[in-house]
């Protein structure tokens, strides 16, 4: 029987190839992290974004400001309904899945719609990653 090439290690090495992981493991987290505050910045550049265009639209469409404020007031509805939805969706049928189906949902025609409604799920979905999972509770989707 041949020894495996872990036996054939000397403590030094051994420990030197622990530090290496766990320097690894730490730039993952702060990998991870660095995306999740992309997310949410994502987000609220796109609110700002809604607020900024509002007197451009009152101006194309010859709208008051009570009827332009309709667009801003749409876009909080939809971020209150979507992003306990989001969490339900992703908890059913798991991160990668939902995410997967977000990828491939870019190609629809109506984009623009898609947008906003995601950069809600997006939010929603990038803050569960730095949560905990409780202790016992196999991700969703796993078997």
Same mark, same amino acid.
């Given at each position: 029987?041949?020894? +495996?090439?872990?036996?054939?290690?000397?403590?030094?090495?051994?420990?030197?190839?622990?530090?290496?992981?766990?320097?690894?493991?730490?730039?993952?987290?702060?990998?991870?992290?660095? +995306?999740?505050?992309?997310?949410?910045?994502?987000?609220?550049?796109?609110?700002?974004?809604?607020?900024?265009?509002?007197?451009?639209?009152?101006?194309?469409?010859?709208?008051?400001?009570?009827?332009?404020?309709?667009?801003?007031?749409?876009?909080?509805?939809?971020?209150?309904?979507?992003?306990?939805?989001?969490?339900?969706?992703?908890?059913?049928?798991?991160?990668?899945?939902?995410?997967?189906?977000?990828?491939?949902?870019?190609?629809?025609?109506?984009?623009?719609?898609?947008?906003?409604?995601?950069?809600?799920?997006?939010?929603?979905?990038?803050?569960?990653?730095?949560?905990?999972?409780?202790?016992?509770?196999?991700?969703?989707?796993?078997?």
């Amino acid at each position: 029987m041949e020894a +495996s090439p872990k036996a054939d290690l000397s403590p030094r090495t051994s420990e030197a190839l622990a530090q290496h992981t766990h320097a690894a493991e730490e730039a993952r987290k702060w990998i991870v992290a660095a +995306s999740v505050i992309l997310c949410t910045i994502l987000e609220v550049l796109d609110s700002s974004i809604v607020n900024v265009a509002l007197p451009h639209m009152q101006g194309s469409f010859s709208a008051t400001v009570d009827e332009v404020t309709w667009v801003v007031t749409t876009y909080l509805v939809a971020a209150g309904i979507m992003i306990p939805t989001t969490g339900w969706i992703a908890g059913r049928f798991g991160r990668k899945r939902y995410s997967a189906v977000q990828s491939q949902a870019t190609m629809i025609a109506l984009n623009n719609i898609y947008r906003m409604l995601t950069g809600v799920m997006i939010l929603a979905v990038s803050l569960t990653v730095l949560l905990p999972r409780p202790a016992g509770k196999a991700p969703a989707g796993a078997h």
